[in-house]
């Protein structure tokens, strides 16, 4: 069964960093693009990113360049979502979606002092 | 900046058949697949249509994708609506390497 599996929940203060993880298996793990969602509080999805793990080749909303950073390990087939410095308003659901329409199950940020 | 609008929301009774669009701002909706995915409440999302008017495994043929280059649109269409379709539903397409995703419209079934 092709699947991804996001790390979990996190809670932090502004000002910290963060990476969350998003596991894939059942598939070839550097074949596909990975993108990452945000869903705020209430509102829709925003594309936020996308990395292709077989070359790490790394492409940003223009929202959010500079802001986050993508990677991905293709010796453990993880992506991962970083912040160096979080902020109140990161805090949302973040979900990764492979190429191809197979969603994670969402990791919950809150920053919160 | 290319942009997908949809409405914010629709409704309709089980059984019917609804039709969900999903408007290019600019360019040829059709340049580029469209994707749908649904969204329960609580729950993350799922993909129902990729590349247009292809549903994932498991994806019953109650649920169809087509575009319409006339009007610059893609649609979703559900028939035989079950209360369970009640969820939130979004388009998504690509403006070169950049995901674009329509604002989301949510589907009450009554």
């Known amino acids: 069964e092709v699947q991804l599996v996001q790390s979990g929940a996190e809670v932090k203060k502004p000002g910290e960093s963060l990476k969350i993880s998003c596991k894939g298996s059942?598939?070839?793990?550097?074949?596909?693009?990975i993108g990452w969602v945000r869903q705020m509080p209430g509102k829709g999805l925003e594309w936020m990113g996308i990395i292709y793990v077989g070359d790490s080749d790394t492409r940003y909303s223009p929202s959010f360049e500079g802001q986050v950073t993508l990677s991905a390990d293709r010796s453990i087939s993880t992506a991962y979502l970083q912040w160096s410095s979080l902020k109140a308003s990161d805090t949302a659901m973040y979900y990764c979606?492979?190429?191809?329409?197979?969603w994670g199950q969402g990791t919950t940020v809150t920053v919160s002092s | 900046n290319f942009m997908l609008t949809q409405p914010h929301s629709v409704s309709e009774s089980p059984g019917k058949t609804v039709t969900i669009p999903c408007t290019g701002s600019s360019g040829s909706i059709a340049s580029n697949f469209v994707q749908w995915y649904q969204q329960r409440p609580g729950s993350a999302p799922t993909t129902v249509i990729y590349e247009d008017n292809q549903r994932p495994s498991g994806v019953p043929d109650r649920f169809s994708g087509s575009i319409d280059s006339s009007s610059n649109s893609a649609s979703l269409t559900i028939s035989g609506l079950k209360t369970e379709d009640e969820a939130d539903y979004y388009c998504?397409?690509?403006?070169?390497?950049?995901?674009?995703f329509g604002g989301g419209t949510k589907l009450t079934v009554l």
């Open positions: 059942g598939y070839s793990f550097i074949s596909y693009w």
């Open positions: 979606v492979r190429q191809g329409g197979v």
């Open positions: 998504q397409s690509y403006d070169g390497s950049n995901w674009v």
